[in-house]
């Protein structure tokens, strides 16, 4: 794994987290959220099949509260480069590994032990998650990941945060892995170390509304991306026609106003569940149970098709999903406008390909992602 180029560490950085492959949509979504303020994206990462990270600098954090398409908003408070021979991967001499990893974690300690913006940072959560503390004394947690190879394992790299925020002078600090006040991830790849603190909590992750939980649902940050992706606006008629939980129709409404929402399904233990999850909100939206290929609507009626395609794992087969996926196109294309928007998410890339080939649709736009630990991609259609 080669070392990422660097970017200007200073005050005001801050790191929202996705699913590998959603950077950019989330960053997309924040610019759009400081509506013409200053805020200037610096780096992307990406630990491989754990997250993705959009990292930008910006005036302010209220904006980033407003946030459906990340998973965790935190602060930027420490960053350090390492020069080439401190990021020698582990295989050389016992000696010069063993020196390699001894001067890296030192390095560590000490980007834990200085980091200069924790105050801000602190404060900044304060504002963030109403009821956090910000006072002298404050219990902490570390959360450390590594990409790529390195001389040392990934609970060295941790202790040695550990130590450094333990040793800091602005406060009493104790670690507490149960009751943390505050929660500082530590996340190193080959070349640097970032640490950043939290200032998020599990309501950015876990939705409120979700009440109803399906196996294999769309993971609501997910579901916010594809609706994102539509090009969300007031005279949107938004169809998912394979809506389960209705994950993507509730984060679609709440990425602003629309004309109608339109949802179905064939499993009435999904329908039931997305009745269950909208409750009596959103309108005006729709539930119908219908087979996908044949959707109870006329004619070029909406504007917008958001969906989860079947992935042929959880239910079906890829030979089932070689026989459906042309039917759902088909009418797919017979309910959407002309110049109608299509976002789809599916793990059956070489199927999507294939069909490609065939000319049955045409991709405006291909987004190739992970869902936890799984790849797949989104297509993006616009309707001629």
């Not at 660097?6 to 989330?26: H, M, S």
């Not at 965790?72 to 010069?96: K, L």
């Not at 063993?98 to 560590?108: D, F, H, W």
């Not at 959103?282 to 992935?311: C, F, Q, R």
Request: proline fraction near 6%; glycine fraction near 8%.
């Amino acid at each position: 794994m080669e070392p990422p180029a660097p970017f200007r560490f200073g005050p005001g950085i801050y790191l929202a987290q996705t699913q590998p492959g959603f950077e950019a949509i989330a960053w997309g979504e924040i610019a759009a959220r400081y509506a013409g303020a200053r805020v200037h994206e610096l780096a992307r990462r990406v630990v491989p099949d754990r997250v993705g990270m959009t990292i930008f600098s910006a005036a302010r954090a209220d904006p980033l509260k407003l946030l459906r398409t990340a998973e965790d908003i935190f602060a930027v408070v420490g960053y350090r480069r390492y020069p080439a021979m401190v990021t020698a991967a582990a295989g050389g001499a016992p000696g010069a590994t063993s020196k390699i990893a001894t001067e890296t974690l030192a390095r560590v300690q000490r980007t834990a032990r200085d980091a200069r913006y924790i105050d801000e940072a602190i404060a900044a959560r304060v504002g963030f998650v109403p009821g956090s503390r910000g006072g002298h004394r404050l219990r902490f947690r570390v959360v450390a990941r590594m990409a790529g190879d390195h001389p040392f394992r990934r609970v060295d790299f941790q202790h040695a945060v550990e130590r450094g925020i333990a040793e800091r002078g602005d406060r009493t600090w104790r670690l507490s892995e149960e009751e943390a006040d505050v929660e500082l991830w530590a996340t190193m790849f080959p070349g640097e170390t970032i640490l950043a603190l939290r200032l998020s909590d599990e309501r950015m992750r876990v939705r409120g509304y979700k009440v109803a939980h399906l196996p294999g649902s769309l993971r609501p940050s997910v579901a916010a991306a594809l609706a994102w992706l539509s090009e969300p606006a007031p005279e949107d008629v938004m169809l998912d026609p394979m809506c389960g939980a209705g994950t993507v129709l509730i984060e679609r409404a709440h990425l602003g106003r629309y004309a109608a929402l339109i949802g179905g399904d064939r499993d009435a233990t999904a329908l039931a569940a997305a009745r269950e999850n909208v409750g009596p909100r959103y309108k005006p939206i729709e539930l119908h149970s219908w087979e996908a290929t044949a959707l109870a609507l006329g004619d070029a009626s909406v504007s917008k098709i958001v969906t989860n395609l079947p992935w042929g794992m959880r239910h079906g087969s890829h030979t089932d999903n070689r026989r459906l996926y042309p039917q759902l196109l088909a009418e797919f294309r017979r309910v959407l406008k002309k110049g109608g928007r299509l976002v789809m998410l599916t793990a059956e890339t070489r199927l999507m390909a294939d069909l490609m080939r065939r000319r049955l649709f045409r991709a405006e736009r291909i987004y190739t992602v992970s869902i936890l630990g799984a790849p797949a991609a989104i297509f993006i259609v616009r309707a001629e």
